[in-house]
């Protein structure tokens, strides 16, 4: 066991059940941990990927290149990126979607194809938690006709590639990768990079409500200090947070940040808790309800991935153009950060009667103190600025939500066990 695995990566972060079909094995979790705690750092790194311009050598895009298990010829896939990434007319957007295999990548990728825009994915496929969900995310998409590159972001051949063949107009960056030791080992070439800068987009990013930390000011603002972080995880997030600001004001490239808050709902992650919940209570395990040092309660402000993805395109849509170009800023460019929460935060406590409720099955409860290792009492976000300034507006309540996710995970699971059995 690495000392990483006395570290949550997140705040109450689940320890995967070995026995469950889809928990990845004990080496692919040591090396997701590392992954998440960097999270925000390959923000950074992606950035500078993008604008990269050189002319080194480029690996073929072959490799990268998949549907489902399948390799796809070359030929097939640049048709298959170029169709993709096509909006359906002249004024819709071309987004690359990192990470689009992922809960909130595959929704949001889903909803930019739905009205129009082009949408080309990008997602390692890494073992966080078993691939198999990622893959059929993947089948959904494709069958929506949005392409995923199975590819990493620290690629920087493979990214030349991607903007070689299609001329992006936004990013919207979901992905959770490592690019943490690549910083350290070779901090010089950042500054190297973004002299040789070429065409910027729009970048929107995923940042999290763990920035908030130690912040005990309700509601949380994005005005309020978040130089507490309580876990590794958020720290990572805040780093990325200051390092957006580096950028945006050397470089002129267009960045927002939305703090998403503890995002639920249908094909989402098997290491939140609302998720193995469902599944324990319907097994008949005990869960680990936590309960703050005052034996309150933990509570969250859960919030329905309908709602986070109308806020993603919110924030697209209302995104400016990057000012620089050849590592040069022209002028002062757009620098955003915004909440997106229900801002109607639920005790855990009442988030698994609910469940129950809608299982009409009694959970079996361990009610224990809040572990000391990162994890937060509550959070409830203030959304002011959202709607003001992307015209967000939550409308899925926690119990409708988990109607919806219950419901999903039914037919999800038995369609799975029938294919396996
Ligand atoms: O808001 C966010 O930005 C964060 O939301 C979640 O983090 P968290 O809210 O801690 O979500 P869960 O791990 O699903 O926990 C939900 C609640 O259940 C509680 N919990 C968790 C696990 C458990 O066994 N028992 C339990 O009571 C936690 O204390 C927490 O209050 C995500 O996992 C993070 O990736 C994300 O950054």
Known sequence: MSHLDNIPSTPGKYKPDKAFRFNSSAASSSLSKLTLYSTLFLSVLLIFLLLLYSPSSKPSLRRHLSTGSHRTP????????????????????????????????????????????????????????????????????????????????????????????????????????????????????????????????????????????????????????????????????????EIAHTYNHIYGLSLTGLRFFTVYGPWGRLDMAYLFFTKDIMKGKTITVYESPDKGSVARDFTYIDDIVKGCLGALDTAKKSTGSGGKKRGPAQLRIFNLGNTSPVPVSTLVSILEKILKVKAKKKVVPLPRNGDVEFTHANITLAMMELGYKPATDLEEGLKKLVRWYLSFYSRSKKKSS
């Open 74 to 241: 070359l030929s097939l896939s640049h048709k298959l990126i170029r169709k993709s990434a096509r909006p359906r007319s002249t004024t819709g957007n071309t987004v690359l979607v990192t990470g689009a295999a992922g809960f909130v990548g595959t929704h949001v990728s889903l909803a930019l194809k739905r009205r129009g825009d082009g949408v080309l994915g990008l997602d390692n496929f890494n073992h966080y938690y078993d691939p198999t969900l990622k893959r059929a995310r993947q089948k959904i998409l494709e069958k929506a006709w949005v392409f995923v590159v199975e590819g990493d972001i620290n690629d920087k051949g493979l990214l030349e590639q991607l903007f070689d063949a299609v001329l992006f107009t936004h990013v919207m960056h979901l992905a959770a990768q490592a690019g943490v030791r690549y910083a350290m080992q070779n901090p010089g070439s950042y500054v190297h990079m973004s002299k040789s800068a070429n065409l910027q987009r729009a970048i929107i990013w995923a940042s999290s409500s763990s920035v908030y930390g130690l912040n005990s000011k309700v509601l949380f603002s994005e005005k309020d200090r978040t130089d507490q972080p309580a876990s590794l995880y958020a720290a990572t997030k805040k780093a990325g947070e």
